[in-house]
Structure formats: structure tokens, C-alpha cells
């Protein structure tokens, strides 16, 4: 089956660096993605909707200035913790719609902690 | 707004025990998914149902899709260590394209 892959998988960082999660598709060509933010022992909270080629859907209360999403090719959707602070520490996960209709396959999620 | 209620939210029970999670909505949804996720891994698309009052089984797991199509519920049958984790539901609405609405999650432990 179609696979998704995040890069990196952890991550550890300062408060107030940056912080780039990579989500690619491997094995086809995927024109929207999602990203996700999930604390412990709780549900994906859709965070917005990567479009390639366009600007990203952000859900409301996401900051897109903090939380910024570049799809720049059909396999690869990136999202950038800006000015992270400790408050941001997340499971962050991706997901891209596959091949066929109603096909969503998720990656192995990214986990951030900020010291 | 949480479109999706999942219930419970926690559920300890043991080897051999039968269980029932429960996904209910006042939307209509055109397809609903339910994953099983693992800690520090990404969601495990289980299945998808999309007709009003389709049933779908997956070996000890059925799924069904309430004729209305706004719940679902997810039973085990003799739940086995190996089936804990948490069980997420998930709809797409018809105006949500393919972005999927989450429930809270039921976190589930089997114990021996």
C-alpha cells in the first residue's frame, strides 16, 4: 500500500529555534495533505490542509504565522514550528490523500519536545 | 467543535472479555473510518463504512454504520492483550473534502 513518511521522527529542540517536519509520500503523488496535532492520550486535532502549488486551509485557532506549511511538490509537505516554546511540544502527524478516492494514509507522526 | 462523541474514553478490561465502543454524531457523514494507534505511532486505518446499516468484520472486530449514517460502533469479541491500544473514530462530512473529523479516542487495555 501507498506509504507516508515523517521526518524526523523526534525531535528535541530550544525554546525559540525552528523546527521543520518533513511528510512525504512515498509511492505516489499526493496533492493534499494534512497535518495533525495530538497531545498525549488524546485525539488528532486537525491543525490544516496543505494544498500543493497553493496556500495552506489553517482550522481556526491555528496560528499560521507559528505553525507554517510550504507543499511545495506533489510528495512533499512541510511544516515549520516557528519561535517554538515549550507549550508547542506535540505529537505532530501527517496524512496524504492516496491514489484512489477516499484513500487518507497517515504517517508515523513526529514527536517535538521544546525545552 | 467535536463533531464526533466517542465513548468511553477508558477501558481496562480483561483477556477473553467482550467490549463495544460506541461513535455518535448529529451530522450526517459520507464515509467513517476507525483507526488503532499505538503510542508514539501514526493512526491504523481498521476500516472504512460508508452505506447506512453496513456491517464490516475484521477477524474478532465489527463495525457497524448506523442507517442514518451518523454513528458507529466498533464491538471486539474475547478481547486479546494485543488489542490494546487507542481505537479513533473518524468522518469526513460531505462539504469537508477529505479532512477527517477525529473523536476524543478510547483508550483500551487488556489485561491477561
Known amino acids: 500500500g501507498a506509504v507516508v513518511s515523517q521526518h524526523p521522527s523526534r525531535v528535541i529542540c530550544k525554546s525559540g529555534t525552528s523546527v521543520k517536519i518533513e511528510c512525504r509520500s512515498l509511492?505516489?503523488?499526493?496533492?493534499?495533505m494534512f497535518w495533525y496535532r495530538q497531545f498525549p492520550k488524546q485525539s488528532l486535532m486537525l491543525m490544516a490542509t496543505s494544498n500543493e502549488g497553493s496556500k495552506a486551509t489553517y482550522e481556526q485557532g491555528v496560528e499560521k504565522d507559528k505553525f507554517l506549511i510550504n507543499h511545495a511538490s506533489l510528495t512533499l509537505s512541510t511544516l515549520t514550528v516557528t519561535s517554538a516554546h515549550p507549550e508547542d511540544s506535540s505529537f505532530y502527524i501527517c496524512s496524504a490523500v492516496g491514489p484512489l478516492a477516499g484513500e487518507l494514509f497517515f504517517g508515523e507522526g513526529s514527536r517535538l519536545t521544546v525545552l | 467543535t467535536q463533531l464526533l462523541e466517542q465513548s468511553p474514553q477508558f477501558l481496562s478490561i480483561q483477556e477473553g472479555e467482550n467490549l463495544t465502543v460506541y461513535c455518535n454524531s448529529s451530522s450526517v457523514f459520507s464515509s467513517l473510518q476507525w483507526y488503532r494507534q499505538e503510542p508514539g505511532e501514526g493512526p491504523v486505518l481498521l476500516v472504512t463504512?460508508?452505506?447506512?446499516?453496513e456491517v464490516k468484520k475484521l477477524k474478532r472486530l465489527t463495525f457497524q454504520f448506523g442507517d442514518a449514517r451518523k454513528d458507529s460502533s466498533l464491538h471486539i469479541t474475547a478481547a486479546q492483550p494485543g488489542d490494546t491500544g487507542l481505537y479513533l473514530c473518524a468522518g469526513v462530512t460531505p462539504n469537508s473534502g477529505y479532512a477527517l473529523n477525529f473523536g476524543k479516542g478510547t483508550s483500551l487495555l487488556v489485561t491477561p
Open positions: 463504512v460508508v452505506t447506512g446499516g
Open positions: 509511492d505516489f503523488q499526493a496533492t493534499t
